[in-house]
């Protein structure tokens, strides 16, 4: 079993849905919960940063971190097709270290 | 603020040739690098942990002797694919701490 599994996809949405992007885990130990975003040929760019279970929302994005159930979401309103992008999460055990633990991605594709 | 900078951005070499990549901190000072390489619709996968002025910590099954690292000063960290062949055609990504969760824009490598 993987640490951490994330459907690959690909989610083709229209413009303007709302996507719901998740992950599940498996070590317990994870604290700190990441949201990238990778658009083909570039490195990824953070989105969000979570540490604590609930949610996080920062524009259209919110992260929510379900600890108990070892499972994390992204979700995106009013996509737009500059939305279209490959999103991992990312999980470490400690700030300190910041060695990173990915999902495979999930490819999303909005559809103008 | 926290800019990684990666150069090349792409690369192609002939097999058994050498190829260097840097990954550079423009604006902070970073004590330790990652490198992660991605192949194509699978996950980012650490190769190694950089500290500024001693040797990389190699993850199980990376070739050390393969993939030298050196991060000689703390905004510079470099990665030699020495020998390369054509199944180390990948995309290698670097990200910093303190700011960890930065990444560099990545290097496409392709050993022909």
């Known amino acids: 079993q993987k640490e951490v599994e994330q459907d690959p996809g690909p989610l083709s949405v229209p413009e303007g849905a709302i996507v719901s992007l998740n992950c599940t885990y498996s070590?317990?130990?994870?604290?700190?919960f990441m949201w990238y975003r990778q658009y083909s040929r570039k490195g990824p760019e953070l989105l969000m940063y979570?540490?604590?279970?609930g949610n996080k929302e920062d524009g259209r994005f919110t992260a929510q971190v379900d600890k108990s159930s070892k499972y994390i979401s992204l979700f995106i309103r009013d996509s737009q097709p500059s939305d279209s992008a490959t999103y991992l999460c990312?999980?470490?055990?400690?700030?300190?270290?910041?060695?990173?633990?990915f999902g495979t991605g999930t490819r999303l594709k909005v559809l103008a | 603020g926290a800019v990684v900078s990666q150069h090349p951005s792409w690369v192609i070499c002939k097999s058994g040739t050498s190829v260097k990549i840097e990954c550079r901190s423009l604006?902070?000072?970073?004590?330790?690098m990652f490198w992660y390489r991605q192949f194509p619709k699978q996950s980012l996968m650490l190769m190694a942990t950089?500290?500024?002025?001693?040797?990389?910590?190699?993850e199980q099954g990376v070739e050390k002797d393969k993939f030298l690292i050196n991060h000689a000063s703390l905004t510079l960290s470099t990665l030699t694919v020495t020998s390369a062949h054509p199944e180390d055609s990948s995309f290698y990504i670097c990200?910093?701490?303190?700011?960890?969760?930065?990444f560099g824009s990545g290097t496409r490598l392709t050993v022909v």
């Open positions: 604006d902070f000072q970073a004590t330790t």
């Open positions: 990200s910093a701490s303190p700011y960890g969760y930065t």
């Open positions: 979570t540490y604590s279970s």
């Open positions: 070590n317990s130990a994870f604290q700190y």
């Open positions: 950089s500290n500024e002025g001693s040797k990389a910590t190699y």
């Open positions: 990312a999980m470490t055990i400690t700030s300190g270290t910041y060695k990173y633990i």
